[in-house]
Every structure is written in structure tokens, then in C-alpha cells.
T-cell receptor, first 117, second 112 residues
Framework: DAMVIQNPRYQVTQFGKPVTLSCSQTLNHNVMYWYQQKSSQAPKLLFHYYDKDFNNEADTPDNFQSRRPNTSFCFLDIRSPGLGDAAMYLC????????????????FGAGTRLSVL | TQLLEQSPQFLSIQEGENLTVYCNSSSVFSSLQWYRQEPGEGPVLLVTVVTGGEVKKLKRLTFQFGDARKDSSLHITAAQPGDTGLYLCAGSMDTGRRALTFGSGTRLQVQP
């Protein structure tokens, strides 16, 4: 059974129209991450939550926001999608961060492929 | 600047061939993970290496962590089409609550 679930798998939006991607987890992990992955490239970390603590990567554009209303759910909001934001968006979870080997193993969802028209 | 550099970036080989993928850094990592990502799916953990010089085997895959914990390699013996995918190394640093650092990725294509 999937432990990190992303909905929808495919999302089409219009240029400039806000869009929200969702992620849920059944692992009760403390950390949730959002990555952007463009074709044939490695995932790029946008931000992560450790419990309620939000950690933004320095080069993440302001256009990208995130919410974590509870342990199980995390949302990625793109306020004004541009053509360059078309990508696969991956959600991942881990028990912890650099506190031990087993805790920082990341479990990924299947991703949401976003198209911007 | 990419902290973890993988090479090669792309590899296309015939079924039955052997290959090695490298993951290199100037930084020391407390542990290093290897993930495989198949098209249209999220990455899946293959292995974690922790000790300098450690070697782990997973069927036809052999993973090694460098003695100084700055580099790692993945060797695949007798590659099969099912090995096709994007291979990612990811390192964890000792200090602070920092997320994993992912490598630049190696895309492997195994032709039948």
C-alpha cells in the first residue's frame, strides 16, 4: 500500500492560475519535503517541514509556498505558474534529518506531473 | 555548485554488460544513500552505506563507500533492461538538521 500519496498524478493549469498540489503520508514521519524535477534531471529540493518548522531553500522562488496543516498532509501552492514551472513535483517524508542513518531515509510519492498551458 | 557530482550523466549499454556509476564530493558525509527512479515514479531507496570502505551487495548491484566517506560507487553486473532508470546518490551530513544532498543523477538505459 502506498505510504506517501500524491494527488493528482497529473495536473494541468493555465499560465498565472494558482494551483495546489497535495501530499499525504501514513508513516507518521516528522519531515515532509517538496522537490521539483525537470526532465532527466535530479530532484531539486524546494523546502521541507520538520514538524511545523518550515525550511525554505535559498533559491526557491517566492512563487512557491507550502502549508502543513497537520502531520499527515502537506501542500505545495504555486501562486502564479509560469511555463518554466512545468515539471514533476515529488513529495517525500523521513522520520528525521541528520540524527541517525535510519531516520533520514526518504520515502517518495509517485509525483504529480504539472503542465502549464 | 553541486555538492555531489555523479558520473557518467548518461549511460546506454547492451543487456549483459557491466557498468559503474560514481558519486563524488569534496565534503565528508556521515552516510550515503542510493536511489533508483523509474520513469513516471518517485525514487526508491536501494541501499544506505555508513562506514568508510563499506561494501554492500544487492543481487547484481554492489555499492561501495569510499574510505574517507567523500565518494561512493555503484557497480551493476550483467545489466538487464529492468535496471533502466535514473540512479541518484544522496548524502547526509553530520551537522544540524539538514536535508539530504542529492547528486546530479545518472540516467541508465539498458538495451535488450
Amino acid at each position: 500500500d502506498a505510504m506517501v500519496i500524491q494527488n493528482p498524478r497529473y495536473q494541468v493549469t493555465q499560465f498565472g492560475k494558482p494551483v495546489t498540489l497535495s501530499c499525504s503520508q501514513t508513516l507518521n514521519h516528522n519531515v515532509m519535503y517538496w522537490y521539483q524535477q525537470k526532465s532527466s534531471q535530479a530532484p531539486k529540493l524546494l523546502f521541507h517541514y520538520y514538524d511545523k518548522d518550515f525550511n525554505n531553500e535559498a533559491d526557491t522562488p517566492d512563487n512557491f509556498q507550502s502549508r502543513r496543516p497537520n502531520t499527515s498532509f502537506c501542500f505545495l501552492d504555486i501562486r502564479s505558474p509560469g511555463l518554466g514551472d512545468a515539471a514533476m513535483y515529488l513529495c517525500a517524508t523521513s522520520r528525521g534529518l541528520a540524527e541517525g542513518v535510519a531516520k533520514n531515509i526518504q520515502y517518495f510519492g509517485a509525483g504529480t506531473r504539472l503542465s502549464v498551458l | 555548485t553541486q555538492l555531489l557530482e555523479q558520473s557518467p550523466q548518461f549511460l546506454s549499454i547492451q543487456e549483459g554488460e557491466n557498468l559503474t556509476v560514481y558519486c563524488n564530493s569534496s565534503s565528508v558525509f556521515s552516510s550515503l544513500q542510493w536511489y533508483r527512479q523509474e520513469p513516471g515514479e518517485g525514487p526508491v531507496l536501494l541501499v544506505t552505506v555508513v562506514t568508510g570502505g563499506e561494501v554492500k551487495k544487492l543481487k547484481r548491484l554492489t555499492f561501495q563507500f569510499g574510505d574517507a566517506r567523500k565518494d561512493s560507487s555503484l557497480h551493476i553486473t550483467a545489466a538487464q533492461p529492468g535496471d533502466t532508470g535514473l540512479y541518484l546518490c544522496a548524502g547526509s551530513m553530520d551537522t544540524g538538521r539538514r536535508a539530504l544532498t542529492f547528486g546530479s543523477g545518472t540516467r541508465l538505459q539498458v538495451q535488450p
